[in-house]
């Protein structure tokens, strides 16, 4: 996948539909799984379609022959962040759907879409979210890379791609603010620091509804059902119990003395 | 015995809180072994040794570890898991511990559980998950288990000195680790001298309602011996440095004690903090979303509430 100066660039970013966080979540009480009703697409993706568009357009977007497709995997309702991506700019939708995927945990799911990835095929940048915002483990962007075998670049607060089609990237580490580098293609995740997402207009939504969105099962795919979903995960939830929700403590108006409440505070939880 | 291999991430002079709770833990489960995840001197792995290390796994060529992202830090970690024959790996579960995890268990063919709070003798691990509205039991399935631990679960163990022979490191190839990012330069964090906010006992946050002043919530944080922490809103005002935001994208603390000043209490803060002992909140407006979670509430002016509750901590410990 050598490129030339300056050449249109295929990028490909993951969108996740997920349970709103506005609202109360659940999981349901048979088999642990998360209430997907009331679902929109994960807060977290949004930065990483606009770290997407942003790249396509330094390079002429549509017009100058770049791409950018949208993929998700999940159930019939997941169709929608990928139209919520094609609402923002994105220029195709792909959405896995299969009964037997229900279930699959970072593992599988990083398995699916890489193996989906490699089936579509000639990406030179792989877009994330730095985590998604129902599970959170943050551990697809990375399994993702080691599946393609593509240099990782994640929690990236800060992206650029220069000419010679090299990313610098900024990420805050446990040691400090590192400055990274690496040709492309790369898998690249960005944080809620990266940009700020556009909203999509009105003529973004007229254009989406023209756009295409290609459904892809296990079998096109060629991944066996028993590699996916809850046999093919190295994880397995045992038991969920809702946490009682914290509820409002004393609550006093200053009067000129509540610095000392709270000190008093502090002394009888025995902190100080 | 089962054998735990605890991955250290950046080897210190005295082991962190964190890392001595991640000993602890693998201590109470079998046999410790440590993989250092860059160079460690001999103070450094006597420290962890006094931690409970029994025996330490590095690269044959750190600098490697240092100059590229995560993928080198992988393959050391599974040659340790192969080398040890290990049962589990416990990592911290900061954002270069989720990663690692996440690859060496695709290599592994095994699972990952991140955000333990607790890992029992089955290897049956608890954690919170929807921002901490259900406790759940899982454990992994296949393979050794890749579990990464939030800091301030477990009592950490006491550091001594052993007295005892510190073992040597066995070193590992690496081999070919696969395309990865070049780390061209690394900028640290400025030492604010205060706890690392992760792994505070007393953490005291400041939002938008700090107008700009940091002043207040850094001396009651000091008078406390607190870290300090901070909304998105006022780190994006670049008020304070983006390491101390809290929250669903920041940092995920669980402090004895947090207080929030002119913070409102959005969803994603509360995805960061809500899991501490106790919570104290100030703030102007009665109606504030925080007030519906915090153990004590006052509803005031922060520039005069803290710098009073400042004072008066100072008075009393005369
Ligand atoms: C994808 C995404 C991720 C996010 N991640 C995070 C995150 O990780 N962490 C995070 O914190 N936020 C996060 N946010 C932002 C979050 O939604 C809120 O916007 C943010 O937390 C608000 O910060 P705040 O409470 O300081 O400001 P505001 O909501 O503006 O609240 C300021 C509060 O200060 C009070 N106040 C003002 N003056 C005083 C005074 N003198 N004394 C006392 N009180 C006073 C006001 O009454 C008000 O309640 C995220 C948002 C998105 C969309």
């Known amino acids: ?272 | 015995m089962l054998k735990i291999l605890v991955y250290i991430h950046a080897p210190a002079q005295t082991p962190t809180k964190g890392q001595r709770e991640l000993l602890a833990l693998a201590a109470s489960l079998g046999e410790a072994a440590v993989v250092l995840g860059d160079n460690a001197d001999d103070a450094a792995r006597a420290g962890l040794h006094g931690a409970g290390a029994t025996a330490f796994y590095g690269a044959v060529t750190p600098e490697q570890l240092r100059g590229e992202l995560i993928a080198p830090a992988v393959s050391l970690l599974v040659a340790a898991v192969r080398a040890a024959g290990a049962d589990a790996v416990l990592l911290p579960n900061t954002m270069e511990g989720r990663e690692i995890a996440a690859r060496a268990a695709v290599r592994l063919d095994s699972g990952v559980i991140t955000d333990a709070v607790a890992v029992d003798q089955e290897l049956n691990v608890t954690k919170s998950v929807l921002a901490g509205s259900y406790t759940v039991r899982a454990r992994i399935t296949r393979g050794p288990a890749l579990i990464t631990l939030k800091a301030n679960s477990v009592q950490p163990a006491e550091a001594q000195d052993s007295g005892a022979q510190v073992p040597p490191v066995q070193t590992l190839e690496l081999g070919e680790s696969g395309p990865a990012a070049r780390i061209t330069a690394t900028a640290p964090h400025i030492a604010s001298g205060r706890p690392e906010l992760s792994e505070a006992r007393f953490v005291v946050a400041g939002g938008r309602g700090v107008d700009g002043d940091f002043g207040p919530v850094e001396d009651l944080a000091d008078a406390l011996g607190a870290a300090v922490g901070a909304s998105r809103a006022a780190t994006d005002a670049g008020w304070i440095d983006h390491s101390a935001q809290v929250g669903q994208t920041g940092v995920t603390v669980s402090p004895q004690l947090y207080i929030s000043a002119g913070i409102s209490g959005a969803i994603q803060q509360k995805a960061g903090m809500q899991s501490a002992k106790y919570i104290v909140a100030i703030n102007k407006d009665p109606d504030a979303p925080i007030f519906e979670i915090a153990d004590l509430g006052i509803i005031g002016d922060l520039a005069s509430v803290l710098p009073q509750a400042a004072a008066e901590i100072r008075r009393r410990q005369g």
């Open chain 1, 1 to 272: 996948m050598s490129q030339k100066t300056g050449t249109p660039l295929n990028i490909l970013v993951l969108v996740k539909h997920v349970p709103d966080v506005q609202f109360e979540r659940h999981l349901l009480p048979n088999g642990h799984r998360l209430d997907r009703q009331d679902s929109v697409l994960s807060e977290l993706d949004e930065y990483a379609i606009e770290a997407a568009l942003a790249l396509a357009e330094s390079r002429g977007g549509e017009k100058g022959g770049n791409h950018v497709t949208a993929l998700t995997m999940g159930p019939a309702g997941a169709a929608n962040a990928v139209k919520k991506s094609l609402q923002m700019g994105a220029s195709a939708g792909v959405h896995i759907s299969d009964a037997a995927l229900e279930g699959s945990d970072a593992g599988a799911t990083s398995l699916v879409l890489a193996t989906a990835i490699k089936h579509l095929g000639g990406f030179d940048v792989v877009l994330t979210g730095m985590a998604s915002t129902d599970a959170e483990t943050s551990l697809v962007p990375a399994q993702l890379a080691e599946r393609l075998g593509l240099a990782q670049l994640t929690n990236l607060s800060a992206v650029e791609l220069d000419d010679a089609n090299i990313i610098t990237a900024t990420r805050m580490g446990e040691d400090g603010a590192q400055t990274l580098s690496a040709p492309l293609p790369v898998l690249i995740s960005v944080t809620d620091q990266a940009n700020e997402p556009r909203y999509p207009n009105f003529r973004g939504i007229l254009a989406a509804k023209k756009k295409k969105i290609t459904t892809l099962s296990l079998a096109e795919l060629g991944i066996e059902a028993s590699t996916v979903g809850t046999a093919g995960s190295g994880t397995r939830v045992l038991d969920a119990a809702p946490h009682e929700p914290r509820s409002a403590g004393e609550i006093i108006t200053d009067s000129g003395q509540a610095g000392l409440a709270l000190v008093d505070f502090l002394a009888d939880a025995k902190l100080i």
